[in-house]
């Protein structure tokens, strides 16, 4: 079973301020990994994917890569209150029966407080 | 609009009843899968279609079946062996291997409550 952890949280963090959100996986395989942004009682929403060690952005969104921890992190600069919802973490299989499938963390609930 | 949708959104069940949540896509994707959301445990893998006619167990498979006769639909019935139904069921799809990143795309979810 591929394992996939994330920061326990709840976090919180003032507006304007910067959130960490981390993640780790088992399987040193893995190559694709994404972050969803899940706000309550709704469904996950992709804010970004990163398959290449060091750092992607996306507007206020870093996502950074470290095969060799095997970990991978989600910066948000300037937290908004609309920031505020449970952040999962997911990498890919990648062989067999696990090809394609996406492995997710429990999740890392944010709130940007005014 | 391009797109997955499921239905019912919301869905009251008496114990010893099965229920049968719908998922329609768009989107031409050849991969389909369920997955099943309680608070502060995930998502975790019920089952997931690759193909049309194949399917294969996720990780908590028991108590609940599916079908794939058409690239369109891939329903999922929770059935009276699943002990702990209550959950929020999300149903997703993905493009073929090779053609994105493999990014899931989720419909809006279906909210089972068993009274």
Known sequence: ?114 | DGGITQSPKYLFRKEGQNVTLSCEQNLNHDAMYWYRQDPGQGLRLIYYSQIVNDFQKGDIAEGYSVSREKKESFPLTVTSAQKNPTAFYLCASSMPLGQGPGELFFGEGSRLTVL
């Open chain 1, 1 to 114: 079973q591929k394992e996939v952890e994330q920061n326990s949280g709840p976090l919180s963090v003032p507006e304007g301020a910067i959130a960490s959100l981390n993640c780790t996986y088992s399987d040193r395989g893995s190559q694709s990994f994404f972050w969803y942004r899940q706000y309550s009682g709704k469904s996950p929403e992709l804010i970004m994917f990163i398959y290449s060690n060091g750092d992607k952005e996306d507007g206020r969104f870093t996502a950074q890569l470290n095969k060799a921890s095997q970990y991978v992190s989600l910066l948000i600069r300037d937290s908004q209150p609309s920031d505020s919802a449970t952040y999962l973490c997911a990498v890919n299989g990648d062989r067999g029966s696990t090809l394609g499938r996406l492995y997710f963390g429990r999740g890392t609930q944010l709130t940007v407080w005014p």
